[in-house]
């Protein structure tokens, strides 16, 4: 079993690399065109999305520009029509702003709430989903979208429906999600495009360095002190 599942995961990731790369380049490069005009990154996934949400956030290696959007009942609303709209509320996002929403099945009202009002406020929106998943099932919301139809660049983290990948012999529910993973390998893949893109404009990109070296919290106190935006929920 545990052959079958690093196959699989290897698998996806050789899929991604080979699907996905047009996509990841253009969503780095919205990245690197919202760092240019000083504009913030926000993140946000919805129950185990939000790790990867989170792996984008004040991290070693990556970019200082990006918040973490905090769902503080971690999923448990996320059905329900309205909680998404009440959760960005408090969120001034500025028109250089851009958005990346997780979420594997893109049919649950509170991602795609979130991203309905980012694009209502005039940002541009990255979907990290799985598009097998959310074309095999209907949207939640009354709207009748899904995530990947609401977003200006759509990477498809090209997982099972359900997200389970292995059966074990005795088991009817299969085992071994993906979505973790791949989300996370594809968030560090926008982080290098628009690390890249950012070079090629003659912009030094805002990396934090990681906590644990010895000479680091100079450099990191300076790209907080220049990131951290009061509009931001992070």
Not at 74 to 93: D, F, I, S
Not at 203 to 208: A, M, N, Q, R, S
Request: with cysteine.
């Amino acid at each position: 079993m545990m052959n079958e599942y690093y196959e699989k995961i290897t698998s996806l990731l050789d899929e991604i690399h080979a699907t996905q790369a047009e996509a990841i380049a253009h969503a780095g490069a919205i990245v690197g065109e919202t760092i240019r005009s000083g504009g913030i990154v926000h993140t946000f996934g919805s129950g185990h999305s939000g790790a990867i949400a989170y792996e984008a956030h004040g991290r070693a290696g990556g970019l200082a520009a990006v918040g973490a959007i905090t769902d503080p009942l971690r999923g448990l609303a996320e059905k329900v029509e309205g909680y998404g709209r009440a959760l960005m509320a408090p969120l001034r996002p500025g028109e250089r702003d851009s958005m990346i929403v997780i979420s594997n099945s893109g049919r649950n009202s509170l991602p795609i709430e979130v991203a309905m009002v980012a694009k209502e406020k005039g940002l541009k929106v990255i979907a990290i989903t799985s598009l097998a998943h959310s074309r095999s099932v209907t949207s939640r919301h009354s709207s009748g979208k899904r995530l990947f139809e609401l977003a200006d660049v759509v990477i498809d983290n090209r997982g099972d429906p359900g997200d389970a990948s292995v059966t074990v012999e005795g088991l009817e529910t299969p085992v071994g999600p993906t979505s973790t993973i791949t989300g996370a390998y594809i968030m560090n893949e926008i982080t290098i495009a628009a690390v890249c893109w950012l070079l090629d404009h003659g912009i030094e990109p805002p990396v934090f360095r990681s906590a644990n070296l010895d000479g680091s919290k100079e450099h990191n106190d300076n790209l907080r002190s220049r990131y951290t935006a009061p509009r931001s929920m992070w």
